[in-house]
C-alpha cells in the first residue's frame, strides 16, 4: 500500500522512472563523422544529461533503419520522432517551398543564407510543416556543393549529357538540365554503388558527403563550383512533441538550440577539413575554377531561378531575396 502511494506520488509529481523513460529514435543518412551526425551526437549528449537521462536518444545513422523518402513516412508514421533531411528532400512532403533552397547561387555565404533561416522566412517554412503533422525545430548547416564526375567539368558543355546523381528535388532537375545534364534521382546510401557502377557519371555535394561516402574513389575529378547550398531542417513528429511533459519539451529546446550553434559553427571546417582530405587522398583532381570559368557556370545555372519561379512561389522567391539581399 505504501509502495502504491509512493509510486502514485512520483508519478503525479512527474520524477522519472524505468517506467516513464522517454526514447527519441533520430534517423539520418549520412557518417557519424560529418556535420550532420555530429550535430545529432551533440543533440544526444546535451538531450540526456540535461534530463538525467529521463530521455534517452537513439541515433541512428548511416540510413540504417530508413533512405531517403522512407524516413520521412517514417516520422509521420510515429516509426521515429526525429531526423534531419535536407531542406532539397521536403519537397516529397509537398511542401515545395523548402527547394528554393536548392536554387543555384542564391546564397554567397553561410551568412547570407542564416539570415534566411533565422529569419521570417524561415520561421514561415517550419510553420508550413504542421499541416503535416511534423514540427519543424531548427535548420542544421552542411555547406556549399561542388560537381564530381570521371571527366573534368571546367565548362557547361562538360556536363553535356552526364548522367548526375540528384537527391528528389525537381529545382535540382532543372538545374542539372540547365547543364545538358541528365538528372537521376537517387537515394543517398545508393550515391556511392551507383558511381561505383557506372550508372550514374557524376553527382554534387559538399566534401563532407563526397569524402565520408567514398565518392572521392570514384570519381576521378571535382570542381569547386560552390554552386549551390545542401543544409537540414530538424523536424519531430508533431503528437510525440506535443504530448512530452512541459518541463521535457523545454530542456529538449534548449537541447536543439545549443546543438543546433555547434552544427553551424563547425559545419565549414568539417568541410574544409574533408575537401583537404580529398586531396590529400590523390585519388580525385581538384579543379578551382577560373573567374571566367565561373561565371559562364553562373550564365548557365542562373536561369533556373526564373524557370522555377511559379513551382516553389514567386512570393518565397521575393522574400529569400530581400532577406538575403
Ligand atoms: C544527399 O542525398 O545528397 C544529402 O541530402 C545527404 C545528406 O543528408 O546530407
New binding site residues.
Given amino acids: 500500500m505504501a509502495a502504491l502511494a509512493l509510486l502514485t506520488a512520483l508519478a503525479l509529481a512527474g520524477c522519472s522512472g524505468a517506467h516513464d523513460e522517454i526514447v527519441i529514435k533520430f534517423s ?3 557518417t557519424p563523422d ?1 556535420p ?1 551526425g555530429m550535430a545529432a551526437e551533440r543533440f544526444r549528449q546535451l538531450a540526456e544529461a540535461r534530463t538525467g537521462g529521463r530521455v534517452k536518444v537513439r541515433v541512428y545513422p548511416n540510413s540504417q533503419l530508413y533512405k ?1 523518402k522512407e524516413e520521412l513516412e517514417a516520422l509521420q508514421l510515429g516509426a521515429v520522432q526525429m531526423l ?3 531542406l ?2 521536403i519537397g516529397a512532403l509537398g511542401v515545395r517551398e523548402f527547394e528554393a533552397f536548392d536554387l543555384p547561387y542564391l546564397f554567397d555565404s553561410y551568412a547570407s543564407l542564416h539570415k534566411v533561416t533565422d529569419g521570417p522566412l524561415g520561421r514561415r517554412l517550419l510553420a508550413r510543416l504542421e499541416s503535416r503533422g511534423i514540427r519543424g525545430l531548427a535548420f542544421w548547416d ?1 555547406g556549399f556543393k561542388d560537381f564530381s564526375a570521371n571527366r573534368p567539368l571546367r565548362t557547361p558543355a562538360d556536363f553535356k549529357g552526364l548522367k548526375m ?4 528535388s525537381t529545382v535540382l532537375e532543372e538545374q542539372m538540365r540547365a547543364l545538358g545534364a541528365q538528372p537521376q534521382v ?3 546510401s545508393e ?1 556511392y554503388p551507383a558511381l561505383a557502377a557506372g550508372v550514374v557519371d557524376g ?4 566534401p ?2 563526397l569524402y565520408t561516402q567514398n565518392m572521392h574513389r570514384v570519381q576521378r575529378h571535382l570542381t569547386r563550383s560552390q554552386h549551390g547550398y ?1 543544409g ?1 531542417v530538424v523536424i519531430v513528429n508533431k503528437k510525440f512533441w506535443d504530448d512530452l511533459p512541459r518541463d521535457v519539451r523545454t530542456i529538449l529546446e534548449g537541447a536543439m538550440r545549443d546543438a543546433t550553434a555547434y552544427a553551424n559553427r563547425i559545419a565549414k571546417d568539417e568541410n574544409d577539413k574533408d575537401l583537404a582530405l580529398i586531396r590529400a587522398s590523390g585519388l580525385t583532381v581538384v579543379h578551382e575554377p577560373t573567374p571566367a570559368e565561373r561565371a559562364a557556370l553562373r550564365r548557365a545555372l542562373l536561369p533556373v531561378h526564373a524557370t522555377m519561379a511559379d513551382y516553389i512561389g514567386r512570393d518565397v522567391l521575393d522574400a529569400l531575396y530581400r532577406e538575403t539581399g
Fill in positions: 539520418h543518412v549520412v560529418t550532420k531517403d534531419a533531411p535536407s532539397a528532400k552542411n546523381r540528384i537527391q528528389g537517387i537515394a543517398f550515391a553527382t554534387e555535394n559538399p563532407s558527403n545542401l537540414y
